[in-house]
Nanobody
Framework: VQLVESGGGLVQPGGSLSLSCAAS????????MGWYRQAPGKQRELVAR???????NYDDSVKGRFTISRDNAQYTVSLQMNSLKPEDTAVYFC?????????????WGQGTPVTVSS
């Protein structure tokens, strides 16, 4: 299984970025896909996730600014980030999760850095 993120970079406050995660080696449509982030000196936190059904949930700090979507045919999950703030600066990680019987599969990408600064 591989999860490969792309799209991070430097953006000014108020700007936009779109992150993408390409998955391979897995039955993508059965997985809950998510984006997490980790800022320097802080714990990794959930940003947004999308279930296999398409249901979404977001951290309160990004509601109304970020949108998560998935393409089951292309095995990709995206995160559109608008109205970015300096506090959104972090390394963003793609996650794939599903229950398998009494166990679970939990995969992570390598992360892509996002810096919001003027």
């Amino acid at each position: 299984v591989q999860l490969v993120e792309s799209g991070g970079g430097l953006v000014q406050p108020g700007g936009s970025l779109s992150l993408s995660c390409a998955a391979s080696g897995m039955a993508f449509r059965f997985y809950r896909m998510g984006w997490y982030r980790q800022a320097p000196g802080k714990q990794r936190e959930l940003v947004a996730r999308i279930a296999s059904s398409g249901d979404t949930n977001y951290d309160d700090s990004v509601k109304g600014r970020f949108t998560i979507s998935r393409d089951n045919a292309q095995y990709t999950v995206s995160l559109q980030m608008n109205s970015l703030k300096p506090e959104d600066t972090a390394v963003y990680f793609c996650n794939a999760f599903r229950f398998v019987g009494i166990s679970s599969n939990d995969y992570w990408g390598q992360g892509t850095p996002v810096t919001v600064s003027s």
